[in-house]
């Protein structure tokens, strides 16, 4: 399995610009997670979704931060319009769940986002 | 607010010896703690993980302790060698919350030669 895939790997915008981050979850997954990873606040998270309903989006910032899963292999994590304050290295992981068990959450490489 | 407080913030040991991070939680309805390892550029990964009706849980030369009465629960890296080197995160779980984690703050270790 090629894990958990997320693209670009890297991007760099002017305030102001759209920015759209993608992520692939692993096969079978139906569980998917949004994270935002800065130094100053850690590794937070933003969203998450069960068979492509999202349950808490209680970590997302704020309005201008939006996240769509339309399929079971594709998510996306929308900024618009993005800030300065947004630079940081944003996560997608992935997990099997089912009832009330917990399975391992599997992370993807990041996008690392830079707002001009 | 930060419901999961981990320290400490960096830690620096020498190849062969321990290494200890500590986890502190407040939420009493967390039932699933699990470590994860970052290297750099990486995405983290889990590492070990532990439910709060055992009191240990070894992994080769990794070992969570766990004290339910107190609300921690304690990574030990014992023999840490250089590639061990990378940031760990504790996190908790709570109860009726699929697969949601809560992560503490990270620690940065460096093991050297």
């Known amino acids: 399995d090629a894990g958990v895939i997320q693209s670009p790997r890297h991007e760099v915008t002017e305030m102001g610009q759209e920015v759209t981050l993608r992520c692939k979850p692993i096969?079978?997954?139906?569980?998917l997670f949004w994270y935002r990873q800065t130094m100053m606040r850690g590794l937070e998270l933003l969203i998450y979704f069960n068979n492509n309903v999202p349950i808490d989006d209680s970590g997302m910032p704020e309005d201008r931060f939006s996240a769509k899963m339309p399929n079971a292999s594709f998510s996306t994590l929308k900024i618009q319009p993005s800030e300065p304050r947004d630079s940081a290295v944003y996560f997608c992981?992935?997990?099997?769940?089912?009832?009330?068990?917990?399975?391992?959450?599997?992370f993807g490489p990041g996008t690392r986002l830079t707002v001009l | 607010q930060q419901q999961v407080k981990q320290s400490p913030q960096s830690l620096i040991v020498q190849k062969g010896g321990i290494s200890i991070i500590n986890c502190a939680y407040e939420n009493t309805a967390f039932d699933y703690f699990p470590w994860y390892q970052q290297f750099p550029g990486k995405g983290p990964a889990l590492l070990i993980a532990i439910r709060p009706d055992v009191s240990e849980k070894k992994e080769g030369r990794f070992t969570i302790s766990f004290n339910k009465s107190a609300k921690q629960f304690s990574l030990h890296i014992m023999d840490s060698q250089p590639g061990d080197s990378a940031t760990y995160f504790c996190?908790?779980?709570?109860?009726?919350?699929?697969?949601?984690?809560?992560f503490g703050t990270g620690t940065r270790l460096q093991v050297t030669l």
């Open positions: 996190a908790a779980r709570r109860t009726g919350t699929a697969s949601k984690l809560t």
């Open positions: 096969s079978g997954h139906n569980s």
């Open positions: 992981a992935s997990s099997w769940w089912k009832g009330r068990s917990y399975n391992e959450q599997f």
